[in-house]
């Protein structure tokens, strides 16, 4: 079983929609927790690291439920910008290394 | 904007040669890290450096090796490439075990 697991997409918005993207994974000892961002063909950059409390980053609101062990990213008033693959990303206390997901590829539309 | 560079950008080179990849870093930074990525996958982390003369194996199985002889660059290297090693190569870099910082990768095809 993958450690972290996402929907592939597409999703397909027009601008100025709303939309989230969940992600589940299976290492309850995950502690830390990222959405990072991937353009077509380019490196993936942080987008925001993601708190037990939830957190917002202008359009971007993040959410952790630990009991259901999923992650959530929120993005509002979607722009064409936004367009772009959104990797969801666990990592436990004891271990070095990140645990990425395939990402989610998002698609803004006129 | 991070500060990571890794060359050559784009390499393509027949079976049974040698290469290099180059990953440098001009933060300070002592953890570095070597990712392999299919297209549409998932990345891969296949090496792992936590300071100079230190480096591990990552989660992925890899015929590549590295070496981490000063703090700023980790080079990879296939000592015989084959088909099966055709990839994306992605070096990272952090501060801590958390935000990792990418470089452009290197796009490697062997025919």
């Keep these: 079983r993958k450690e972290v697991e996402q929907d592939p997409g597409p999703f397909n918005v027009?601008?100025?929609?709303?939309?989230?993207?969940?992600c589940?994974?299976?290492?309850?000892?995950?502690?830390?927790?990222?959405?990072?961002?991937?353009?077509?063909?380019?490196?993936?950059k942080l987008l925001m690291s993601?708190?037990?409390?939830?957190?917002?980053?202008?359009?971007?609101?993040?959410?952790?439920?630990?009991?259901?062990?999923?992650?959530?990213?929120l993005i509002r008033d979607s722009k064409l910008s936004d367009s772009a693959t959104y990797l969801c990303v666990a990592r436990s206390?004891?271990?070095?290394?990140?645990?990425?997901?395939?990402?989610?590829?998002l698609l803004v539309t006129p | 904007e991070a500060d990571i560079y890794q060359t050559p950008r784009y390499l393509v080179i027949g079976t049974g040669k040698k290469i290099t990849l180059e990953c440098s870093q001009t933060m300070g930074h002592d953890k570095m890290y070597w990712y392999q990525q299919d297209?549409?996958?998932?990345?891969?982390?296949?090496?792992?450096?936590?300071?100079?003369n230190s480096t591990e194996k990552g989660d992925l199985s890899s015929e590549s090796t590295v070496s981490r002889i000063r703090t700023e660059h980790f080079p990879l290297t296939l000592e015989s490439a084959r088909p099966s090693h055709t990839s994306q190569y992605l070096c990272a870099s952090s501060v801590n075990y958390n935000e990792q910082f990418f470089g452009p990768g290197t796009r490697l095809t062997v025919l």
């Design chain 1, 14 to 22: 027009p601008e100025g929609a709303t939309v989230a993207f969940n």
């Design chain 1, 50 to 73: 993601v708190y037990s409390s939830g957190n917002e980053d202008g359009r971007f609101t993040a959410q952790l439920n630990r009991a259901s062990q999923y992650i959530s990213l």
């Design chain 2, 39 to 52: 297209p549409g996958m998932e990345l891969h982390l296949i090496h792992y450096s936590y300071g100079v």
């Design chain 1, 24 to 44: 589940t994974y299976s290492n309850s000892a995950s502690q830390s927790f990222f959405w990072y961002r991937q353009d077509c063909r380019k490196e993936p």
């Design chain 1, 93 to 105: 206390n004891s271990g070095y290394a990140l645990n990425f997901g395939k990402g989610t590829s």
